[in-house]
């Protein structure tokens, strides 16, 4: 039931915000069209920019912060009134140090003075990590305009910050109401811009939270990916287009046939070696032998198949078939090495739960 809902989910979440985004991308192919029909070419780069600001959705949900030019402003008049201040203190000082008249209107200057200073160190302390605040939040925005939803992890890679940092300053953005509707997934990697989006979410928040920790766990994945691995994968997938390529160009159903279970039996294995990259030393023969020569006999094959069908072409033709049927056997049995494995370790740890249940007394007796 729960994998149903995954699939769902992984066509199309949020699809509303999906739909939009075509529709806005529709309307910017036809402006490129018909400004290029009619030659006219004035204007078509703000236009376009126009366009792709979509006023209709996120600008209710995410906000920008004020001008920084105000804020700097404000800190000038603050440094204006604190030079004055610094002035009057020193001439209280003045007064209350050398004359003895003015010596209690010197002090009361002195401490005025002092704490105007100590109030404008503070408002101005405030107005400068807002504006620094404002100027992460800028990166934010970027990230979060025009989405639903955001990934934590994406918002830590593109800010540069941590995830304390990242919660903290979504956090602020809630709080500032920039960010007004703003909300976190349960385990907070995933924060959400509107209440609609969220409400959606909490309709199926199980599903939502185990579908979202598969994707980082996917992302994780592929970051971590060996120049090895990276290096084999792109190789496999060299040799899957080539046999896609073949495929299409023979005109032998059998044939045909064999290429596209190799294909999916190949493409299997090299998700299982993405996954389980410590398969790579049991599969030196797949990729050293198998698959180079899996590739010389169908070129071979490929070469043959436009030539006139006389006896000898269909012997070359019939060993070439034989032997990719015994080369598919043969991935299959790799293949199914590979799952055993994976079965192996699923029984290990099954057993190893069962035995600490046991031990524990956790177990329902049978």
Same mark, same amino acid.
């Given at each position: 039931?729960?994998?149903?809902?995954?699939?769902?989910?992984?066509?199309?979440?949020?699809?509303?915000?999906?739909?939009?985004?075509?529709?806005?991308?529709?309307?910017?192919?036809?402006?490129?069209?018909?400004?290029?029909?009619?030659?006219?070419?004035?204007?078509?780069?703000?236009?376009?920019?126009?366009?792709?600001?979509?006023?209709?959705?996120?600008?209710?949900?995410?906000?920008?912060?004020?001008?920084?030019?105000?804020?700097?402003?404000?800190?000038?008049?603050?440094?204006?009134?604190?030079?004055?201040?610094?002035?009057?203190?020193?001439?209280?000082?003045?007064?209350?140090?050398?004359?003895?008249?003015?010596?209690?209107?010197?002090?009361?200057?002195?401490?005025?003075?002092?704490?105007?200073?100590?109030?404008?160190?503070? *408002?101005?302390?405030?107005?400068?990590?807002?504006?620094? !605040?404002? =100027?992460?939040?800028? /990166?934010? @925005? %970027?990230?979060?305009?025009?989405?639903?939803?955001?990934?934590?992890?994406?918002?830590?890679?593109?800010?540069?910050?941590?995830?304390?940092?990242?919660?903290?300053?979504?956090?602020?953005?809630?709080?500032?109401?920039?960010?007004?509707?703003?909300?976190?997934?349960?385990?907070?990697? *995933?924060?959400?811009?509107?209440?609609?989006?969220?409400? !959606?979410? =909490?309709?199926?928040? /199980?599903? @939502? %939270?185990?579908?979202?920790?598969?994707?980082?766990?996917?992302?994780?994945?592929?970051?971590?990916?060996?120049?090895?691995?990276?290096?084999?994968?792109?190789?496999?997938?060299?040799?899957?287009?080539?046999?896609?390529?073949?495929?299409?160009?023979?005109?032998?159903?059998?044939?045909?046939?064999?290429?596209?279970?190799?294909?999916?039996?190949?493409?299997?294995?090299?998700?299982?070696?993405?996954?389980?990259?410590?398969?790579?030393?049991?599969?030196?023969?797949?990729?050293?032998?198998?698959?180079?020569?899996?590739?010389?006999?169908?070129?071979?094959?490929?070469?043959?198949?436009?030539?006139?069908?006389?006896?000898?072409?269909?012997?070359?033709?019939?060993?070439?078939?034989?032997?990719?049927?015994?080369?598919?056997?043969?991935?299959?049995?790799?293949?199914?090495?590979?799952?055993?494995?994976?079965?192996?370790?699923?029984?290990?740890?099954?057993?190893?739960?069962?035995?600490?249940?046991?031990?524990?007394?956790?177990?329902?007796?049978?």
């Amino acid at each position: 039931m729960i994998e149903e809902k995954q699939r769902q989910i992984s066509d199309k979440p949020f699809e509303e915000v999906e739909s939009k985004a075509l529709a806005t991308a529709k309307q910017v192919k036809d402006e490129v069209k018909e400004k290029l029909e009619k030659e006219d070419y004035s204007g078509l780069n703000t236009n376009l920019l126009e366009m792709t600001k979509d006023n209709s959705q996120n600008e209710k949900y995410i906000f920008k912060p004020k001008e920084r030019k105000k804020d700097i402003a404000f800190l000038i008049l603050i440094l204006i009134v604190a030079m004055a201040e610094i002035y009057l203190a020193f001439i209280g000082a003045f007064s209350a140090f050398f004359s003895k008249t003015y010596f209690i209107s010197g002090i009361m200057i002195l401490v005025l003075c002092l704490i105007c200073l100590i109030i404008n160190a503070r *408002v101005s302390y405030k107005r400068i990590v807002n504006i620094r !605040k404002n =100027e992460i939040y800028e /990166v934010y @925005y %970027d990230q979060l305009y025009c989405k639903s939803y955001c990934y934590i992890d994406d918002m830590i890679q593109s800010c540069n910050r941590n995830l304390e940092q990242v919660l903290s300053d979504l956090q602020d953005a809630i709080d500032r109401k920039l960010i007004p509707q703003g909300h976190f997934s349960t385990e907070k990697n *995933v924060f959400f811009v509107s209440d609609h989006a969220f409400s !959606k979410y =909490e309709e199926m928040a /199980v599903v @939502y %939270d185990d579908y979202f920790k598969k994707q980082l766990e996917e992302r994780k994945r592929i970051r971590e990916r060996t120049p090895e691995i990276i290096n084999i994968l792109a190789t496999g997938d060299q040799y899957v287009e080539k046999l896609q390529y073949i495929e299409n160009q023979i005109s032998n159903k059998n044939m045909k046939s064999k290429i596209l279970m190799m294909k999916k039996t190949i493409t299997s294995i090299f998700r299982e070696l993405d996954m389980n990259p410590n398969y790579v030393g049991s599969l030196n023969l797949f990729l050293d032998y198998y698959l180079p020569t899996t590739e010389k006999l169908l070129d071979t094959y490929l070469e043959i198949d436009s030539k006139p069908n006389i006896p000898n072409i269909r012997k070359a033709k019939k060993e070439i078939y034989d032997s990719i049927f015994l080369i598919v056997s043969v991935y299959e049995g790799i293949l199914d090495r590979l799952y055993e494995d994976i079965e192996f370790d699923i029984s290990s740890e099954v057993s190893a739960l069962e035995i600490i249940t046991s031990q524990e007394g956790l177990a329902d007796e049978k």
